[in-house]
């Protein structure tokens, strides 16, 4: 059944009229076009559909749109601000923190999430918090010493 829900995405109301149980990730790219979340698993283990529901690293491929009405939204095209990138977008260019590239918004939103709540995570902590993404292309080294130099305060030149 169609209904309009509201919302803020990356920092602006919108109001959408969908069916408020389609998944947030199809309405996120098949009516908004935002294609930064990507379809994985679609079971809510690899990680590749994560956005930030009010703060919280979450899947989008789970959550039904009508979950998310009057919360904030961001997706990884929402991240950088104009043409800067994000301290943690910046620190995975500076780490080669991606190879293919299909896990990296996923990745970067879940260690946002993580920092949010530990700005200066340990690398348990980083471990931890990424358990839930995966990266299929070996590039997960790479990925950890990203989010610890953003921690470190080292890296993703601020």
Do not use: Y
Request: charged share 15%; with cysteine.
């Amino acid at each position: 059944m169609s209904r309009t829900v509201e919302l803020h995405l990356n920092g602006h109301a919108i109001g959408l009229e969908t069916d408020g149980s389609r998944s947030l990730l199809w309405v996120l790219r098949g009516e908004l076009g935002l294609t930064g979340a990507k379809h994985g698993c679609g079971e809510g283990v690899c990680g590749a559909c994560t956005v930030l529901v009010d703060g919280a690293a979450t899947q989008a491929c789970l959550t039904p749109v009508a979950a998310v009405a009057g919360k904030r939204v961001v997706t990884i095209e929402g991240l950088a601000e104009g043409d800067r990138l994000h301290p943690l977008q910046q620190a995975f260019v500076e780490a080669g923190g991606f190879q293919c590239g299909f896990c990296t918004p996923g990745m970067i939103l879940a260690a946002h999430a993580l920092l949010a709540r530990h700005p200066r995570a340990t690398r348990q902590q980083i471990l931890d918090g990424l358990d839930g993404n995966l990266c299929r292309c070996g590039a997960h080294q790479r990925i950890v010493a990203a989010v610890e130099q953003v921690a470190a305060g080292k890296g993703g030149a601020s």
